[in-house]
């Protein structure tokens, strides 16, 4: 059964750093481009990085980095310089390689063939 599991979310002061991961099973890890969304309350689903293309959104550009272990199937991103705005739920995605993204879903939710995490709590205060 393919599954995707977050780990690293937390609270943690404005300027703070986390390293969120995402340990992948049940499918070939190497077949599938991987990226992180994330929904604050009250907002849409935003994409915020992609392994395949470098993508990072404009909102954290600078800060957050994205990177993955194909040894251990996961893909991880360190956020730094966390700010209060940064505050949201953290998915990892998981989608056919070459298949298309979208910057906003209304919900971060399986949409269609992709898979997705349970999602992990970012909590930043000012």
């Not at 393919?2 to 890890?29: D, I, N, Y």
């Not at 040894?71 to 995605?93: F, G, H, R, S």
Request: charged content about 20%; hydrophobic content about 30%; glycine content about 12%.
């Amino acid at each position: 059964q393919e599954q995707l599991v977050e780990s690293g979310g937390g609270s943690v002061q404005a300027g703070g750093s986390l390293r969120l991961s995402c340990t992948a099973s049940g499918f070939t890890f190497g077949d599938f481009d991987m990226g992180w969304y994330r929904q604050a309350p009250g907002n849409k689903c935003e994409l915020v990085s992609l392994t395949n293309s470098e993508y990072v959104a404009d909102s954290v550009k600078g800060r957050f980095t994205i990177s993955q272990d194909n040894a251990k199937n996961t893909v991880y991103l360190q956020m730094n310089n966390l700010k209060p705005e940064d505050t949201a739920v953290y998915y990892c995605v998981a989608a056919e390689r070459g298949g298309s993204w979208l910057a906003l879903y209304p919900l971060c939710k399986k949409y269609g063939t992709e898979y997705w995490g349970k999602g992990t709590l970012v909590t930043i205060s000012s």
